[in-house]
């Protein structure tokens, strides 16, 4: 137990700098006495740390120290060696770093190296079915630049533009993969943090000027803000519908996360099993074209827009396909009027 707390003593000076011995011992969870006589004990191993007191004083190891992992166990290995290599690294470039640091790893914890890195126990498939990867052509030197700390000039293409736009000067903050695919976050003039998709930089160039970083700036607490802002922008157009089991069991697959909420907040079956509900699309006519593929297993009870655009597209499907030598289908039969409270 001492043993891994004086290591996790090292680790937190090497990575946050000078602490005083309260902190030390809120992050270990013991007293202020003993991480005085844990520092007492590292520098007695050998281990440059020391304690000043006073106005800027506390603990601290020497500069330039780096304490070497030797005390790493076999299942903090295997939990750092777990993933393999990640495509995301090989996709940044960082595939040959992080194969040499797990052999390292393997080395330090006691394990075979010339086993070399070993089999992935968790493999992650970042991108959704049915989606092809994104062409990346300035993803690795979006990595330089953020591993660098410097700007980038980047070239953009904004949606629906088939040229790249006038180069700009960003402030490179992070790199986010989003159900497989690349976002760069950045600062762009003015000092606003932007988001951009990757895919979408044609030209990138890292500059020799430094990338200061915003006061407080954390990569996943503005990427969960900016992610809440982005959803609730987009229109919402709202359906409701009528859906038989069938469809009711389809939905999840055609629509994923967003029909949860619909199904959950149906209305009870009917004698036939058919429910209520209400999505949530874009726009109507991105209603009607979703909706078509259910056939007859779908009634839109409001608005009537959509309900009109389903019988323009049943209709024009009919010219298309239909043969004009057959049989008109037989009139449906009327369905009571039901009880609405």
């Known amino acids: 137990m001492r043993a891994d707390r004086l290591v996790r003593l090292v680790l937190l000076l090497q990575a946050r700098g000078p602490m005083t011995a309260r902190s030390l011992a809120r992050d270990l969870e013991v007293s202020a006495r003993t991480v005085y006589r844990d520092l007492d004990a590292l520098s007695a191993a050998g281990v440059p740390v020391r304690a000043e007191s006073g106005p800027g004083g506390g603990c601290r190891l020497l500069d330039g120290y780096r304490f070497p992992l030797r005390a790493l166990r076999p299942e903090e290995a295997e939990a750092l060696l777990i993933l393999g290599v990640p495509g995301a690294f090989r996709e940044l470039g960082l595939d040959g ?6 052999r390292q790893i393997r080395v330090t914890a006691g394990m075979d190296a010339a086993e070399g890195p070993g089999a992935a126990l968790v493999h992650l498939d970042m991108p959704r079915w049915f989606r092809g990867r ?3 052509p300035c993803l690795r030197t979006l990595a330089e630049a953020l591993r660098r700390q410097r700007q980038a000039a980047i070239g953009y293409q904004r949606t629906g533009d088939p040229f790249s736009g006038p180069e700009r000067t960003v402030r490179p903050l992070g790199l986010v993969n989003k159900a497989g695919i690349w976002y760069l976050v950045a600062a762009a003039r003015g000092g606003r943090v932007t988001v951009f998709r990757a895919g979408r930089i044609r030209s990138a ?7 200061a970083r915003p006061a407080g700036f954390e990569l996943a607490a503005f990427w969960e803000q900016w992610s809440a802002g982005f959803e609730a922008s987009r229109p919402r157009f709202p359906v409701r519908l009528r859906v038989s089991p069938a469809a009711l069991a389809l939905l999840g697959e055609v629509f994923g996360d967003g029909a949860a909420a619909a199904l959950d907040a149906a209305s009870p079956p009917d004698a036939q099993g058919w429910q209520e509900l209400t999505l949530w699309f874009e726009h109507q006519r991105a209603a009607a074209h979703r909706l078509a593929g259910f056939g007859g297993q779908v009634e839109v009870l409001s608005p009537a827009s959509v309900s009109r655009r389903l019988l323009m597209t049943a209709r024009a499907i009919l010219d298309r396909y239909g043969d004009p030598g057959s049989p008109s289908p037989a009139p449906r039969a009327a369905r009571p009027a039901r009880r609405r409270s």
Do not use: F, M
């Open 97 to 102: 770093a992080v194969t040499a640091a797990q």
């Open 134 to 136: 994104e062409d990346l």
């Open 205 to 211: 160039r890292v500059l020799a000027e430094p990338a």
